[in-house]
């Protein structure tokens, strides 16, 4: 009783206090939507990278990840991932009409809610609408709020509607259990952290151009800007002297600027081909270009040492530096990271990552690290760093996969 009159006065005053519109952000896309909650904003890298993940482990599910506020959904479609699998919006007021319209229009198969910060009202009609939700990641301060002080049997109630709980703490744990949940019904986890997608590579591809390079050594510069390349030049040069055979795979960050980055790299003297001509890279080869991002999951292979792009001046962010340390690449970068930060600190405080600001520091490190046994330093720190996390990843998927072919079958038995 006093469970049902505490949701009862929520809802009252949500009628009172809040917004009755909802607009979303575009249309539902067809076919199994998976609704992906991001209650710790600050976490969202994490949370796109599982969402990418659950995309690619079930064949034709779509995921809608929203946040908490408007604010927070436009610093969101900043990083947004590359796909057009990964829908984004901000949740709706906690007025039941807006809520009911958010369900209506997203009709989510399952309900993924990170950290805490529950909506009553929202998780409540989502319940009556048939849609199974897990929590995950739960964290101490996400039930640390006024509600969850005050009206603890309100709290109590919506976490009793999740048909899994995991913390990603003991304390987190104990908290739950605060709230009246049963100690054995909640699963402490590890923290949810992105990890790295392995870029798909031609095993055959691998095989010629390996053979072809003859044991060269090689390093990358990906994602390359035009006011990056003087810097990127002059580092390759301080290299060679060292490694007279040295290559180096040139990506640029914008096609358009491919013809003119191979000019430059031609008037400063090194011997220039094409990723996209036949036979290439020949023996006197010094810079190759590869004219797009296709081919990086075989560039990362085959050069144990890479620089990021992109971030040797403001404006641009960086990229994504999992995608190299997955491929056993050890990573350089420069100062300028603000997109994917968290994950260049993480590779930098495991001994994976080394800034540098300049050519003379970039030289220095291509330098130390074509060393093999350097580079492999780094790249098994940077595997460490990728794999940690990985079973929440992999307990999340399979807990998505048995449920929503749990739901297939029953709308099936009733068709």
């Not at 009252?12 to 519109?21: D, G, I, V």
């Not at 510069?221 to 040139?250: D, G, K, P, Q, W």
């Not at 031609?266 to 010094?286: D, I, K």
Request: glycine share 8%; charged share 20%; proline share 6%.
């Amino acid at each position: 009783m006093g469970r049902s009159f505490s949701m009862a006065a929520y809802r009252a005053l949500s009628r009172r206090s809040a917004a009755r519109s909802f607009t979303p952000s575009g249309p539902r896309p067809p076919g199994e939507l998976l609704w992906l909650h991001a209650g710790e904003t600050g976490n969202l890298l994490a949370i796109q990278d599982l969402a990418y993940r659950l995309c690619l482990a079930r064949d034709g599910l779509q995921v809608l990840i929203t946040l908490p506020d408007a604010g927070s959904l436009d610093a969101a479609r900043t990083t947004r991932p590359n796909t057009a699998l990964i829908c984004l919006d901000a949740l709706p007021s906690e007025h039941p009409s807006a809520v009911g319209h958010f369900l209506e229009h997203w009709a989510p198969d399952l309900c993924i809610w990170a950290w805490g910060g529950l909506r009553p009202t929202l998780l409540h009609e989502a319940r009556i609408a048939d849609c199974p939700m897990v929590l995950i990641d739960a964290d101490t301060a996400g039930f640390d709020g006024r509600r969850d002080r005050w009206l603890p049997d309100l709290t109590r109630e919506l976490l009793a509607d999740f048909v899994a709980l995991m913390a990603r703490s003991f304390p987190a744990a104990a908290r739950l259990e605060q709230l009246g949940l049963r100690r054995q019904d909640v699963e402490v986890t590890a923290p949810l952290q992105a990890g790295g997608q392995a870029l798909p590579c031609d095993d055959t591809d691998l095989a010629e151009v390996s053979a072809a390079l003859g044991g060269r050594p090689v390093w990358l510069a990906t994602a390359v800007r035009e006011e990056e390349t003087a810097v990127i030049f002059a580092a390759h040069r301080h290299a060679l002297r060292y490694s007279h055979r040295l290559l180096m795979i040139l990506q640029p960050a914008m096609p358009s600027t491919v013809a003119k980055m191979s000019e430059e790299a031609a008037l400063e003297g090194f011997r220039v081909s094409a990723w996209s001509t036949p036979g290439e890279p020949s023996e006197t080869t010094q810079v190759m270009v590869a004219e797009d991002a296709d081919d990086l999951g075989l560039f990362y292979r085959l050069a144990p040492v890479s620089f990021l792009g992109s971030s040797l001046t403001p404006g641009h962010g960086g990229c994504n530096p999992f995608e190299a340390a997955a491929l056993g690449s050890a990573v350089l970068y420069g100062p300028n990271v603000r997109r994917y930060l968290p994950f260049y600190t993480r590779l930098a405080n495991a001994g994976a990552a080394r800034i540098v600001k300049d050519a003379q520091t970039l030289g220095a490190a291509i330098t130390r690290l074509i060393a093999p046994d350097q580079a492999a330093a780094m790249a098994h720190a940077g595997w460490d760093v990728i794999s940690h996390g990985a079973e929440l990843t992999d307990r999340v998927i399979e807990l998505v996969e048995d449920t929503l072919d749990a739901r297939l079958e029953q709308k099936n038995a009733h068709a």
